[in-house]
């Protein structure tokens, strides 16, 4: 097994990952080690699972996947940036600090999550030949290492957003919004646009 290659794919699935716990975690009220842990394994969790199900699924799904896939990010991140615009403009006239919302419900860690490793299906078609896991044991190792490297990279977003968020202040609730509609748009274009 190429661990190099399989390390590059894994850092690169879990930047969006990484990039939406950063902004959770400026602002979010309350941020210590249960709440990044929550998001972290959470993200990790989906980033694991996608490829393994586009592995299964196998190269007969690969169009229908990458036909959607970007589609689905985007409409799922400008749901939920926008209602973090909505809710920093509605603030706007309070003295607002960073970290001023609740931790995240549930449903709004698992749109998240499911959001941001949707990609990672169709590269769970491509994985066995780019990083040699031409069985079930070495495609299982594969994506617990995604999932475990995504699990740390979010965990160190958490604490890097809170951070993040007291430098900002107010601006951190408006800050996070354009960040996941961002993120959105980057996945929807790298894939209507450059084949991603």
């Known amino acids: 097994m190429d661990f ?9 699935l879990a930047m969006d990952a990484f990039a939406v716990s950063v902004t959770n975690g400026a602002v979010t009220k309350k941020v210590n080690l249960a709440f990044a842990l929550r998001m972290s394994v959470c993200f990790g969790v989906f980033q694991a699972f996608m490829p393994f199900i586009g592995w299964l699924i196998g190269t007969a799904g690969a169009g229908f996947i990458s036909s959607i896939d970007h589609w689905i990010a985007l409409i799922l991140l400008a749901i939920i940036g926008g209602q973090m615009l909505r809710e920093s403009f509605a603030h706007h006239k309070e003295p607002q600090q960073a970290g001023t919302r609740e931790a995240l419900s549930w449903k709004m860690l698992f749109a998240m999550a499911v959001a941001t490793s949707i990609d990672a299906l169709a590269t769970g078609i491509i994985l066995p030949g780019a990083v040699g896991a031409d069985s079930v044991p070495l495609m299982l190792l594969s994506v617990g290492i995604i999932g475990l490297i ?3 990279l979010c965990t160190a977003g958490v604490f890097i957003g809170k951070k993040f968020g007291s430098l900002l202040s107010s601006k951190a609730e408006l800050a996070g919004g354009i960040v996941l509609i961002a993120i959105g748009v980057k996945i929807f274009v790298e894939h209507m646009f450059f084949g991603g």
């Open 4 to 12: 190099i290659s399989l390390t590059g794919i894994a850092v690169g």
């Open 150 to 152: 995504t699990l740390v």
